[in-house]
């Protein structure tokens, strides 16, 4: 059992007398690592554990989509422009929703949790029909829609519940969810035949969504209950205000941004296309290719959460931010050989995808979250529209300029923020 105040922030475990009357303390680990120790419902409460579950199923399609994209352009006779512009639609929808959404999600968490996959369900649907750009567009539109009522309804129930000591990882456990659905979707397209058209293997990869319908009720059931509604905003908690004008939202906001342009970039444009009209690899080697930045985000996702508990997540994401844009070289500009192994190392930086969220959770009070996470995701989702809708507009004749730029703003971002990590220590040293 743990204690809850408010908004559902613990305080610890609870403790309780023991048989002998001395007073002992309930789920803790027994092995403690370096002098890190966590309680199980610290890490992973009921709530946390369905919303994990709700993206796992939610995402299965937003991973084999990518591999799909070189068919899907060859069967609709799609030119570069327009195919990324149908990639880049998801991420366009979810950056016009994100602000409204965050107002919305204020007072209507609920309502966003039931909502999301019932507009994903339908996004699915028109994408997976048959139709022409128009319709394409639309089904992608809509699929960003619903992701985004998904995606920021869990992280707004998370950061609003489950804030504490143990922050980054439930962050973290949240982003595992949807990086295993991610490579359970890659997965999936590659081990379907390749006689399927690509729509009907992308429809068959979204069943999984079913799974996040069955398990709402019971979502629904374990979201502690609302306690009102709370102005919109107010002025900044104080130990952001006693900083003197040190918050490092702008930063953070920058470094999410930045991240999304890189992953979308790679994810859903250069690394697909490129492994097929330069490497001529068919759809299952595409898929192959994928996998490895997804197997090595998996493996790195928990171990870096927990890093972030004990060290700081503000003092991690430079470090993430420096080792993103080496990849982002050596994906952009290597041969095969050099394209997997910058694929792996883009795998262990986007496992600190959820990073600048813990630092923004630190510079924001838990009642206004929701509508600030909104704005953070602006950013966010602005990055996952225009990096394939970029590399579309420039074509694969000028592929190479945009992973040479974000090669160069996230190194810059990521000293920035070293730089400030290094003051920040030397004032708590001499202050």
């Given at each position: ?236 908690p104080h130990h952001e205000a006693a900083r003197g004008g040190s918050s ?85 500009f290597g041969s095969l050989p050099v394209v997997v192994v910058g694929c ?88």
């Amino acid at each position: 059992m743990r204690r809850t105040h408010g908004r559902g922030v613990t305080d610890g475990p609870e403790l309780r007398p023991g048989s002998n009357g001395e007073r002992e303390e309930e789920h803790v680990l027994v092995p403690r690592a370096n002098g890190l120790s966590f309680t199980i419902k610290g890490l992973v409460t009921s709530l946390t554990a369905l919303l994990c579950l709700t993206t796992f199923s939610n995402i299965f399609s937003g991973g084999a989509f990518p591999a799909v994209l070189p068919d899907m352009a060859r069967s609709a006779a799609l030119a570069d422009w327009q195919l990324g512009l149908v990639a880049g639609a998801f991420g366009f929808a979810r950056m016009i929703a994100d602000v409204p959404l965050g107002l919305f999600l204020t007072h209507h968490l609920r309502r966003a949790l039931w909502l999301g996959p019932l507009v994903l369900a339908i996004g699915s649907l028109c994408l997976t029909s048959g139709g022409g750009f128009p319709i394409l567009v639309l089904g992608r539109l809509l699929m960003g829609l619903g992701q985004a009522l998904s995606m920021m309804a869990g992280l707004t129930a998370i950061l609003r519940f489950q804030s504490g000591k143990s922050l980054a990882s439930a962050l973290n456990a949240y982003e595992l969810s949807a990086m295993i659905g991610m490579l359970g979707g890659v997965i999936m397209i590659g081990a379907l035949p390749s006689r399927l058209s690509w729509n009907t293997a992308l429809l068959l990869t979204c069943a999984p969504q079913l799974i996040g319908v069955l398990v709402l009720p019971k979502l629904l059931s374990a979201l502690p209950a609302h306690d009102g509604p709370q102005p919109l905003f107010a002025p900044a908690p104080h130990h952001e205000a006693a900083r003197g004008g040190s918050s490092l939202v702008p930063l953070v906001f920058a470094a999410g941004g930045l991240v999304a342009l890189a992953y979308s970039t790679m994810e859903q444009f250069l690394i697909p296309l490129r492994a097929s009209r330069e490497f001529g690899l068919e759809r299952t080697g595409v898929a192959r290719l994928l996998m490895v930045q997804q197997l090595f985000d998996i493996a790195a996702l928990l171990p870096i959460g927990f890093l972030a508990d004990r060290r700081g997540a503000a003092r991690v994401l430079p470090l993430i931010l420096l080792v993103m844009a080496a990849a982002n070289a050596l994906v952009g500009f290597g041969s095969l050989p050099v394209v997997v192994v910058g694929c792996a190392l883009f795998g262990l930086s986007m496992a600190g995808w959820m990073l600048p969220l813990g630092v923004l959770r630190q510079e924001t009070a838990s009642e206004h979250i929701a509508w600030r996470t909104g704005l953070y995701r602006v950013c966010v989702d602005a990055g996952i529209f225009l990096g394939p809708f970029l590399s579309g507009v420039l074509g694969m004749r000028h592929a190479g300029f945009l992973p040479a730029f974000w090669t160069a703003a996230l190194a810059i971002t990521g000293l920035l923020l070293l730089a400030r990590a290094r003051r920040s220590s030397t004032m708590a040293v001499h202050g």
